[in-house]
Antibody, heavy 119, light 110 residues
């Protein structure tokens, strides 16, 4: 059974940093692209970033230069390093597994971890 | 990377059909057969219901169907059931290894 468990969320001050983790199990983690999607309170989903099996990384314009996605296949873990955090980064952050191919969906999702940026 | 446009809400009675639209541009919806639809209950993770415009993942009932015409994709739910009441989001590949979601539609089953 595929499982994705996010952690690392919490309260952080504007301008601060935070690292999110996503522990994966039930599939060959190293073979799949992994993505982060966020959802501000009461708002819609927003795609944030994706990392390919080979380590290629891509970002939404809203986080480019501030967030860094990475993966450790020895630990089956996905990360999102967030810096220069702003109030509008406040959201639940979900990690999701990507089915191979650009037309394919994000087929499994974690339950999310909440990040609150506030002074 | 502008969000795709969805109606904020739709409603229907049990047994009826409802359609949710998702409008983008030729750079996303219109440019790729990559529209997927996600169902989300409050406080829960999204679940894929349709992918590649009109394909069903295993376990999704065929009451859910998808289509696309030009820059607009649509999700139709037929034989509406109370359990279908949820938020629905479209998502499209937008080129250069980026994706874009719609703003979401709240479906109310009357």
């Amino acid at each position: 059974e595929v499982q994705l468990v996010e952690s690392g969320g919490g309260l952080v001050q504007p301008g601060g940093s935070l690292r999110l983790s996503c522990a994966a199990s039930g599939f060959t983690f190293s073979s799949y692209s992994m993505t982060w999607v966020r959802q501000a309170p009461g708002k819609g989903l927003e795609w944030v970033s994706i990392i390919s099996p080979g380590g290629g990384t891509f970002y939404a314009d809203s986080v480019k230069g501030r967030f860094t996605i990475s993966r450790d296949s020895s630990k089956n873990t996905l990360y999102l390093q967030m810096s220069s955090l702003r109030a509008d980064d406040t959201a639940a952050y979900y990690c999701a597994k990507k089915t191979p191919g650009v037309t394919e969906p994000f087929d499994y999702w974690g339950q999310g971890t909440l990040v609150t940026v506030s002074s | 990377q502008s969000a795709l446009t969805q109606p904020r809400s739709v409603s229907g009675s049990p047994g009826q059909s409802v359609t949710i639209s998702c409008t983008g541009t030729s750079s996303d919806v219109g440019g790729y057969n990559s529209v997927s639809w996600y169902q989300q209950y409050p406080g829960k993770a999204p679940k894929v219901m349709i992918y590649e415009v009109n394909k069903w993942p295993s376990g999704v009932p065929d009451r859910f169907s998808g289509s696309k015409s030009g820059n607009t994709a649509s999700l139709t739910i037929s034989g509406l059931q109370a359990e279908d009441e949820a938020d629905y989001y479209c998502c499209s590949y937008a080129g250069s290894n980026t994706w874009v979601f719609g703003g979401g539609t709240k479906l109310t089953v009357l």
